[in-house]
């Protein structure tokens, strides 16, 4: 399951969620864009649903960990990254196909990154929402909390403001999140996917 | 005390702080991460606090701004439905931002405890299964592999008229090629490494062996004060405004 080359992609996943999530955080735009690694790690392991669900799993995790150092509200939303990484097995490893079909063919491409980011963004935002609201009173450091503000401002209760904010911010955040991911994994040599579903040779000792 | 144990109580005193204990609680909570502070950081300590604030410290602004500046009242207020005032939201404000200081200052004091010791020093002393802490090793050499891809990408892209070395609109609308490129040269140098360094080196089974020599316990040494001691308090912690309440 855990070869050489997949442990390097959970590393490599993990490097691109704490890279591309913290500029983005520090920035304070209402998007997250702290995914993309673990949406790629699960696509790059297609058609292997387990593999893709596990490696991709702990690529948010470690992603996590280490964003944690810069943004303390992160590592409380784990459980948001293991749903995004069951669906990410699940619904955009089916669509590993399409988005790596040479050419490009628009239409589908456009409506299976459209599902799919709509699908983990309305269920990210379901699971967010308690954290969001009992852990945090309703704001946590990224730029969303200024849409949850405006809920409130606009005379909403906490929770609905804080589900209003994830249902209005989550689904384009991830829309954006699957199209990266789909672009770098058209990107990502051939050679290097076959390294991933091969067998590790035993190391000679 | 072994980085297993420091963990382990940099663990039990975030899971602490964020239980939202009372004031006798929490006094109990800040002597104890004191006492470890004192003990087992020293000096470091400072740094500690230094880096959570640096930490802290922007996102407390972001936060005044959007509580005390947009909101104007706190979320108990919000859920009671009654009068909102700026000041209850700026004490909101500074008790969260105060417990994220808190979690950020004793991480920072977990992984000081262990300064003179390399990374892989401290992965290895760790009990972790052998593939958790081949992949934290990974990680870690992968950092400096993506320092090298950045630059490379940085550099070819400036070179070619996509960047500018200084801030600009340009840097904006093409950061995305710089992702994506920063992205095929990892990969690249990745399937260098693992097609021809590698295994002519045998660098996969010498880090195994490295990994696994070690052979750590659980928990030894300072592990057996700090642990039972912070399992008591948290005892301590969890129950001393309650018995103070029914008193």
Redesign the interface.
């Known amino acids: 399951m855990?070869t050489?080359?997949r442990?390097?992609l959970?590393?490599?996943g993990?490097?691109?969620n704490c890279?591309?999530g913290t500029v983005v955080y520090?920035l304070?735009l209402p998007v997250f864009l702290d995914s993309i690694g673990t949406i790629l790690v699960a696509l790059l392991l297609a058609p292997d649903r387990l593999a893709a669900f596990l490696c991709s799993w702990?690529a948010g995790w470690?992603g996590l960990a280490?964003s944690?150092?810069?943004n303390?509200?992160l590592p409380w939303f784990a459980i948001t990254d293991v749903a995004i990484s069951l669906i990410a097995a699940l619904l955009c490893v089916a669509a590993a196909k399409t988005f790596r079909d040479r050419p490009l063919n628009s239409p589908p491409f456009i409506g299976q990154v459209a599902l799919c980011g709509i699908v983990i963004g309305v269920v990210s935002a379901v699971i967010s929402v308690p954290v969001v609201v009992y852990?945090?009173?309703?704001?946590t450091?990224s730029g969303s909390?200024?849409v949850?503000?405006?809920f409130?401002?606009a005379g909403q209760?906490?929770m609905s403001a804080a589900m209003l904010s994830g249902l209005a911010s989550d689904p384009p955040d991830k829309i954006l999140q699957v199209l990266?991911a789909a672009?770098?994994y058209r990107?990502?040599?051939a050679?290097?996917i076959a390294?991933l579903r091969a067998r590790e040779p035993e190391?000679?000792? | 005390m072994t980085p297993n144990g420091a963990f382990t109580l940099g663990f039990i005193l975030i899971a602490l702080g964020?239980a939202v204990p009372g004031p006798r609680g929490e006094a109990v909570l800040l002597v104890l991460t004191l006492a470890f502070a004192a003990i087992e950081v020293r000096g470091a300590s400072l740094i500690a606090l230094r880096r959570a604030a640096v930490?802290?410290l922007?996102?407390a602004a972001?936060?005044g701004v959007?509580?005390v500046g947009?909101?104007g009242e706190?979320?108990?207020q919000?859920?009671a439905e009654s009068a909102g005032t700026r000041a209850a939201a700026l004490a909101?404000v500074a008790t969260?931002c105060g417990r994220?200081f808190f979690?950020?200052a004793v991480?920072q004091l977990v992984f000081l405890r262990f300064a003179k010791l390399t990374p892989l020093q401290i992965i290895r002393a760790l009990a972790l299964p052998a593939?958790v802490k081949?992949?934290l090793v990974?990680?870690l050499s992968?950092?400096g592999t993506?320092r090298h891809a950045i630059d490379r990408a940085h550099i070819a892209l400036i070179a070619a008229g996509t960047l500018t070395r200084s801030p600009s609109l340009r840097n904006i609308i093409h950061s995305?090629r710089l992702?994506?490129a920063v992205?095929?040269s990892?990969?690249?140098i990745?399937?260098g490494r693992?097609?021809d360094k590698?295994p002519v080196e045998?660098t996969?089974?010498r880090l195994?062996?490295t990994l696994a020599n070690a052979n750590p316990a659980w928990f030894s040494g300072d592990d057996r004060i700090w642990l039972p001691l912070s399992l008591g308090a948290a005892v301590v912690i969890l129950v001393a405004d309650r018995i103070g309440g029914a008193l």
Request: without cysteine; positive net charge; glycine residues 4%.
């Open positions: 855990f050489t080359p442990l390097i959970i590393a490599l993990a490097a691109l890279a591309i520090l304070k702990a470690i280490l944690g150092l810069v303390p509200f852990l945090f009173g309703g704001v450091g909390a200024l949850v503000a405006v409130l401002k209760h906490l990266f672009l770098l990107a990502t040599p050679e290097f390294m190391p000679t000792r | 964020m930490v802290v922007p996102l972001f936060m959007v509580w947009i909101v706190s979320p108990y919000i859920a909101y969260l994220l979690i950020v991480i593939t081949r992949v990974i990680t992968l950092i993506l995305w992702i994506q992205w095929l990892a990969i690249t990745m399937v693992m097609r590698w045998n996969i089974a195994d062996d």
